[in-house]
């Protein structure tokens, strides 16, 4: 599965857009994009995932590259309770093993 | 989506003995769990992916004789850390997760620590 870059932290105003990066510039044809994100001792919580096209759920937004060798998980609306550590993971399939890298931790601040 | 427990949530152990942690899948029938383990302010590492009815398949550097996993059930599956140790400790996790599904369900995780 490719690899996968993000920034190790960054900080977000309560109430508005939080935009969180993702590199995979080594992405094949057939890898989709994961977002998961972790808060504070809890088991992780799957957010969305695309394959090409961008996908809007209830939770957020993902905007991929036309190139598809980055990506941003945007939160509309970041909540205090949106503070966690947020995953990009490129992987092969829907199904399958999800091999987590560093992630960025998220914080938001009133 | 698929509600995933674990048990305990916490435990407290000596250095020598054996602890196993329970994942169970409550609503739906899981062919496939992964166990993850996460160290202090660090990411989950893969540990393991428990097949029901077969053996588990272990990630490159994880000890299968001291990460006992049986799946033998489609609800159930256990994780026994034999002869615990103190760098044992961590925060472990599990997921279910199969082909049909576009989304791994995680557990809350179990808190161990070996004194």
């Known amino acids: 599965d490719a690899k996968t870059t993000q920034p190790t932290s960054m900080d977000c105003a309560e109430g508005r857009a939080a935009n969180l990066p993702c590199n995979h510039s080594t992405i094949s044809g057939n890898e989709y994009v994961y977002w998961y994100r972790q808060i504070h001792s809890q088991g992780p919580q799957y957010i969305i995932h695309?394959?090409?096209n961008n996908e809007t759920n209830e939770m957020a937004s993902l905007i991929i590259t036309e190139d598809r060798k980055s990506s941003t998980l945007i939160l509309p609306h970041a909540t205090l309770r949106d503070t966690a550590v947020y995953y990009c993971i490129v992987r092969v399939g829907i199904g399958g093993k999800l091999i987590f890298g560093q992630g960025t931790e998220l914080s938001v601040k009133p | 989506g698929a509600v995933v427990s674990q048990h305990p949530s916490w435990v407290i152990c000596k250095s020598g003995t054996s602890v196993k942690i329970e994942c169970r899948s409550l609503d739906f029938q899981a062919t496939t769990m992964f166990w993850y383990r996460q160290f202090p302010k660090q990411s989950l590492m893969l540990m393991a992916t428990?097949?029901?009815?077969?053996?588990?398949?272990?990630e490159q550097g994880v000890e299968k004789d001291k990460f006992l996993i049986n799946h033998a059930s489609l609800t159930l599956s256990t994780l026994t850390v034999t002869s615990a140790h103190p760098e044992d400790s961590s925060f472990y996790i599990c997921s279910v997760g199969e082909l049909s599904y576009n989304e791994q369900f995680f557990g809350p995780g179990t808190r161990l620590t070996v004194l």
């Open positions: 428990s097949n029901e009815g077969s053996k588990a398949t272990y």
């Open positions: 695309g394959l090409k």
